[in-house]
């Protein structure tokens, strides 16, 4: 399988010209046409849009699996797909809603290349249970893709909390990403990899390389570990 994971945050031109470079190198000179599912923000036509004007689309083509009449065989005419961002309840409610998880998984379990973003990446893992999102709807299932045997915190960052106010820092005394990660594990036993925005996970022959930023890589009864980039973190993946 082929699956590329973008943690998000592509605001500065270099992390959009890493995100150029990234999807060039991973999807190839052999796809036009990448297939774009827009389930996670709430308007699909603006979304895929924005997704063009702003120049995340790679310089491919990209459809909207909205514009066609029946989502799977969209799904199954597909030479790539791009899961955006946004909020990962209201994206896994509409793919069960669809009936994409199966045939997700088929596809690309028998090669079509997948790239997802935040939300995309969410449901690329076993569940989308490593959300940072507010559950706005209630989805039938967490269940998601599970292209990967590991889940995602995407738009991670290590640490306490700083607000500013005004001109003035003020420490936030919620819970950190590590507390919420460590929560996961009292229940879950599957490795959480918190993705730094800007960087990206590549999955493909078997191997899992970090690329563009920075990870700190959970594992149950395990120290956390701090992945830099160009790590091959197929082999701690597994303990």
Known sequence: ???????????????????????QDFFGPSVSTILFIPYALHDYDAYLAA????????????VGIHEFPNAKKALEQ??????????SFRLIDTIHTEGLIEPMRDLVKAGLPYMGVSAGTNVACPSMMTTNDMPIVFPPSFESFGLVP???NAHYYGGQIWVKHGEEFVEHFGETRQDRIREFHEMNALPVVGLEEGAFLRNENGRVLLKHGSATLFRVGLDEKVLDSGFDITAALKG
Do not use: H, I, T
């Open 150 to 152: 590991y889940q995602v």
């Open 1 to 23: 399988m082929r699956v590329l994971l973008g943690s998000g945050g592509f605001r500065s031109e270099q992390r959009r010209e890493n995100l150029r470079d990234e999807m």
């Open 51 to 62: 997704m063009k004007q702003n120049g995340f689309d790679g310089g491919y083509e990209l």
């Open 78 to 87: 597909a030479e790539a797909v791009y899961v955006g961002g946004g909020n």
